[in-house]
T-cell receptor, first 115, second 113 residues
Framework: KAGVTQTPRYLIKTRGQQVTLSCSPI?????VSWYQQTPGQGLQFLFE???????NKGNFPGRFSGRQFSNSRSEMNVSTLELGDSALYLC??????????????FGAGTRLSVL | GQQLNQSPQSMFIQEGEDVSMNCTSS?????WLWYKQDPGEGPVLLIA?????ELTSNGRLTAQFGITRKDSFLNISASIPSDVGIYFC?????????????FGTGTRLQVTL
């Protein structure tokens, strides 16, 4: 079974631009979560999507947004990029099993550099 | 954003030595998880713990879910060079149907021959 796939792996943007990152979850997984990883703040939760609906959100400004499609694939968008948005963005999927042991499995991430 | 207190921050050990790291929180979690991250990659799940007091092993790795549900530890026995990496604890709290992971600050492990 293929793992969580994130594209692209690397991105370079300039301040003020916007960016869209993509995540394909493990087949059969219906929940997708996004995290930002920086040296200073560590791993921070951005948001979680299930059945095309955002059901949990972290403490990030409105410039960070996401969506989920009917096939569970997800995208996140960052508008008006700032230098501080440079980070590794990680996507995780989980199966939403009835036993509630919903372990999150991570992709390799997208490394975003804002110049 | 919130991060769990994880210690030690880094460890330099010799091959064959045992390793111990722990994670504490001011909040209760339903699930504790331990992940390992290699450079340029995403975290890979090592062990998942679901009940207070639970002790679980995965090969040379052993982890425990604290009785208070506010802490967890991970032990690695007889370390080998491929154990090098950053280890993260994560607490998971499900509120209704939503869930999110709160991560520890990480323990960087270096193994020397």
């Amino acid at each position: 079974k293929a793992g969580v796939t994130q594209t692209p792996r690397y991105l370079i943007k300039t301040r003020g631009q916007q960016v869209t990152l993509s995540c394909s979850p493990i087949s059969g997984h219906r929940s997708v979560s996004w995290y930002q990883q920086t040296p200073g703040q560590g791993l921070q939760f951005l948001f979680e999507y299930f059945s095309e609906t955002q059901r949990n959100k972290g403490n990030f400004p409105g410039r960070f947004s996401g969506r989920q499609f009917s096939n569970s694939r997800s995208e996140m968008n960052v508008s008006t990029l700032e230098l501080g948005d440079s980070a590794l963005y990680l996507c995780a999927s989980s199966p939403e099993t009835r036993d509630r042991k919903n372990i999150q499995y991570f992709g390799a991430g997208t490394r975003l550099s804002v110049l | 954003g919130q991060q769990l207190n994880q210690s030690p921050q880094s460890m330099f050990i010799q091959e064959g030595e045992d390793v111990s790291m722990n994670c504490t929180s001011s909040s209760i979690f339903n699930t504790w998880l331990w992940y390992k991250q290699d450079p340029g990659e995403g975290p890979v799940l090592l062990i998942a713990l679901y009940k207070a007091g639970e002790l679980t092993s995965n090969g040379r790795l052993t982890a425990q879910f604290g009785i208070t549900r506010k802490d967890s530890f991970l032990n690695i026995s007889a370390s080998i060079p491929s154990d090098v990496g950053i280890y993260f604890c994560a607490g998971q709290l499900r509120t209704g149907t939503a869930s999110k992971l709160t991560f520890g600050t990480g323990t960087r492990l270096q193994v020397t021959l």
